[in-house]
């Protein structure tokens, strides 16, 4: 078991690190036309059932990554929307 929850660290953080660059940039940036507002909808409301699961399940490896995940990928989305209703996007 101590293998297996080992490389459900690891894939937890390398998937929810990967949102990191993306995050940065649309923070920094503002820019979000090249980006899917259905699919960061989409995302959001998935990470958002992998949480709940993880804490049903007592997962602390889904716990971590998706509350992380969740940090990086809500703002892209928040400010997607931003920018769709001021009519930047």
Do not use: H
């Given at each position: ?9 690891l894939a937890a953080l ?76």
């Open positions: 078991m101590f293998i297996a929850e080992n490389i459900g660290f390398l998937t929810t690190f990967s949102f990191l660059p993306q995050a940065v940039l649309t923070l920094r940036t503002r820019k979000t036309d090249e980006i899917s507002l259905a699919m960061y909808l989409m995302l959001n409301l998935g990470i958002v059932c992998w949480l709940v699961y993880g804490l049903v399940q007592d997962d602390l490896a889904l716990i971590l990554a998706n509350s992380v995940t969740l940090l990086f990928s809500l703002p892209i989305f928040m400010i997607k929307c931003s920018n769709k209703m001021a009519g930047r996007d």
